[in-house]
T-cell receptor, first 115, second 113 residues
């Protein structure tokens, strides 16, 4: 069974540009989570989607947005890129939304570098 | 929001020794406590978890203990091996209708051969 897949693996952008990152969850998983992993800051929660709806959002500005498609894959968009957006963006999926009680399965991540 | 803290931030042990990593949280209603391991350049993976109805859970060389009164849980690794070297994250879900998993900042464990 395929795990969570993310694309692209690496992305280099300049300040002010937009970045789009993509995630395909494990088959049968309806929830997709996005986390930002910047150096020394651990895993910072960005967004949670379940059944096509945004369920929760972390403390990030509105230029971080996303969506979930009918096939449960997801997209993270970052507009007006800033240098501090440089980080590894991890996508994870799980079986259920609602009250979290299960394992998160992470992808390998997309490394975004903003110059 | 939920506050999750890990102590210490780095830990170095000699191969064969034990390692203990502690995680404190603020939401007393939390009922699920996982630990994730992230090896260098790899994805985080769940290694052990515990639910609030038990105080301890073991899986071979790793164990997790929970103290709900004090709001902390700990990861114990015995007979450490070089392949245990990684970043370890604890996490706590925020209860409620829109819960999410909040991670600590991670602890870098180095096992010296």
């Amino acid at each position: 069974e395929a795990g969570v897949t993310q694309s692209p693996t690496h992305l280099i952008k300049t300040r002010g540009q937009q970045a789009t990152l993509r995630c395909s969850p494990i088959s049968g998983h309806t929830s997709v989570y996005w986390y930002q992993q910047a150096l020394g800051l651990g895993l910072q929660f960005l967004l949670w989607y379940d059944e096509g709806e945004e369920r929760n959002r972390g403390n990030f500005p509105p230029r971080f947005s996303g969506r979930q498609f009918p096939n449960y894959s997801s997209e993270l968009n970052v507009n007006a890129l800033e240098l501090e957006d440089s980080a590894l963006y991890l996508c994870a999926s799980s079986y259920t939304g609602g009250t979290y009680t299960g394992e998160l399965f992470f992808g390998e991540g997309s490394r975004l570098t903003v110059l | 929001g939920e506050n999750v803290e890990q102590h210490p931030s780095t830990l170095s042990v000699q191969e064969g020794d034990s390692a203990v990593i502690k995680c404190t949280y603020s939401d007393s209603a939390s009922n699920y406590f996982p630990w994730y391991k992230q090896e260098l350049g790899k994805r985080p993976q769940l290694i052990i978890d515990i639910r609030s109805n038990v105080g301890e859970k073991k899986d071979q060389r790793i164990a997790v203990t929970l103290n709900k009164t004090a709001k902390h849980f700990s990861l114990h690794i015995t007979e450490t091996q070089p392949e245990d070297s990684a970043v370890y994250f604890c996490a706590v879900p925020i209860t409620g209708a829109n819960s999410k998993l909040t991670f600590g900042k991670g602890i870098t464990l180095s096992v010296r051969p």
